[in-house]
């Protein structure tokens, strides 16, 4: 056992230099050192727990397509390093924060397929989860920070703010915080408290020193501290800022990756000041480019429905919806485009995600999700179609056995033709009323051939003759028909078509007379002679 124990390890011992630069080029991590790496090498070098990423969403509204890229970067990223995946749930803005938008994130995100190792309704070792309750927490590093200078109580009231702001803006400067109660005295604050002022903590930006953001995906983002005004950490009402609770929360959660949207980026230099200020080491970041539209504006409600619901409110799959939403800035780097959550899971690497933004086509989404529903088992797919087809009318569950076989022959009669679930009702509706419409021109034209009555009223009688159809029987009548009649193709194939489902265009002919039935065919026809 220790001989074996020993042998492994100086194989490892062997191997470390080559297992360092692994891990860096992997997690873009520099300097690991060997001990850590002889420390966990039991775990192997795809299990390193080093990984620990969040998605931390403001609970003020549904869950978005970015924000459920950003998770879904996060928990692609822990779970190819085989790292953890948290929820932390940043609800510190009371006005806009509510306990439904977080179940409405939360129900959307496993939605999609993916789950959490730590967060709000989990729990985990590094809880609570939710910033509201961990105020104390917030508390204490704001006072550590009065306490050594870092940071300091500033009384300047929303008045003198605004004016300092407009004076800056005549002069064409950037407008911040110039730092007027930077240096009060206790009897200065104790007679600014005393007026009934109740101050906010400010954060002491040092003066003109520069700040190099290392992006994993940006690469070296240099910032100025002059043009970074004192800000503020603890709100007047005690609240903490977000750049504040996002640098204590995630220091204490030992996050190892922020990972987040671009529009993010600007706030990291306060970020990194904070965990220096703290003596903290600061995690690596990664910011993912802006969603754009196709216009090439950012990504909004004209481009589309941003919110995750909605596409499952009209039937996407969650499979394609990942699967669109991890090439939405990430490429595996070949020409494939179709990959399942494991399989993106397997590939997925931040040195593939664009510098560049991404653009969000719903024809590509469409066509994605189209391919998901050819893929899904029809049980399965019968089922997503219920609801729309109730809402329809056209039918009312609970449905009977047989009554669900039958609808899964009309769903896969159609399901070629779907992008997505929603789309169902119209392409199905004529098997579901005898009084079909006539879609057009062309199908009355049709329907005004002179071989039509004939070949309908001979077709009825076959059908009259026939115990059942089967798509092969189907198949067989219509062909003996034209034999019979000396027709051919669509003489025969049109009408029968435009007098079963008011269309020239649709789902397979036989198939179409199986799902009618022979009732229902001899009923449909016989309008017509
Ligand atoms: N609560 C922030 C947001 O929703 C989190 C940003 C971050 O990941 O640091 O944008």
């Known amino acids: 056992m220790i001989f074996s124990s020993l042998v492994k390890n100086i194989r490892l011992l062997k191997k470390l230099p080559a297992l360092q630069m692994r891990c860096y080029n992997k997690l873009g991590k520099k300097g690991i050192s060997s001990s850590y790496l002889l420390t966990h090498m039991d775990w ?49 803005d009371l006005e806009r924060s509510s306990r439904q938008s977080e179940d409405n994130i939360l129900t959307a995100l496993r939605w999609l397929g993916l789950d959490w190792d730590e967060g709000v309704d989990v729990g985990g070792p590094y809880g609570p989860y939710r910033q509201t309750e961990r105020l104390g927490l917030y508390k204490k590093h704001a006072d550590h920070l009065l306490s050594i200078g870092a940071a300091y109580l500033c009384y300047c009231t929303g008045e003198e703010l605004a004016a300092e702001r407009e004076s800056l803006m005549a002069k064409n400067e950037l407008p911040r915080y110039m730092g007027r109660c930077r240096n009060l005295t206790q009897e200065e604050r104790t007679r600014l408290e005393a007026e009934g ?29 002059s043009e970074i005004g004192d800000f503020i950490i603890i709100k007047s009402d005690g609240m903490p800022t977000y750049n504040f609770a996002v640098v204590v929360d995630d220091h204490t959660m030992s996050i190892s990756h922020v990972i987040r949207a671009e529009e993010h980026l600007s706030n990291t230099p306060r970020q990194i000041l904070l965990y220096n200020a703290l003596r903290w080491e600061t995690p690596e970041f990664a910011h993912v480019s802006l969603i754009l539209g196709k216009d090439r504006s950012k990504m909004s409600k004209r481009h589309g429905a941003t919110a995750i619901e909605q596409y499952q409110d009209k039937g996407y799959l969650p499979g394609a919806l990942t699967n669109f939403l991890a090439l939405l800035g990430w490429s595996p780097g070949g020409e494939e485009e179709v990959f399942s959550l494991d399989e993106l899971k397997q590939h997925f690497t931040l040195d593939r995600v664009a510098k560049s933004p991404a653009v969000f086509d719903l024809e590509k989404l469409n066509w994605l999700n189209g391919h998901y529903i050819r893929e899904t088992d029809l049980e399965r797919l019968t089922e997503m179609a219920v609801p729309y087809l109730e809402k329809e009318g056209f039918i009312r569950t609970p449905l009977p056995p047989k009554r669900f076989e039958w609808l899964k022959l009309v769903v ?51 059908v009259n003759a026939a115990a059942g159809i089967t798509e092969d029987g189907a198949k067989a009548l219509l062909k003996e028909v034209g034999r019979d009649l000396g027709l051919k193709g669509k003489q025969i194939f049109m009408p029968v078509r435009v007098a079963l489902t008011g269309s020239t265009q649709g789902p397979d002919l036989n198939q179409v007379m199986v799902i009618l039935g022979r009732d229902g065919v001899i009923r449909r026809l016989t309008k017509w002679v």
């Open 197 to 225: 002022l109740k101050p906010v903590v400010r954060f002491r930006v040092p003066e003109d020193e520069k700040i190099l953001v290392r992006d994993l995906v940006r690469g070296d983002v240099s910032f100025e501290t």
């Open 44 to 92: 192997g070098i795809k299990d390193l727990p080093l990984v620990r990423v969040r998605f931390a969403p403001s609970p003020t509204g549904p869950l978005h397509i970015g924000g459920a890229r950003s998770a879904l970067f996060n928990w692609l990223f822990a779970r190819h390093y085989g790292g953890k995946f948290i929820v932390r749930i940043e609800d510190t």
């Open 412 to 462: 896969a009669s159609v399901r070629k033709q779907l992008s997505y679930m929603q789309e169902i009702a119209v392409y199905v509706k004529f098997y579901f009323d005898d009084n079909i419409q006539i879609e057009n021109e062309e199908a009355q034209q049709i329907m005004a051939g002179e071989q039509v009555k004939p070949v309908l009223l001979e077709l009825i009688k076959k």
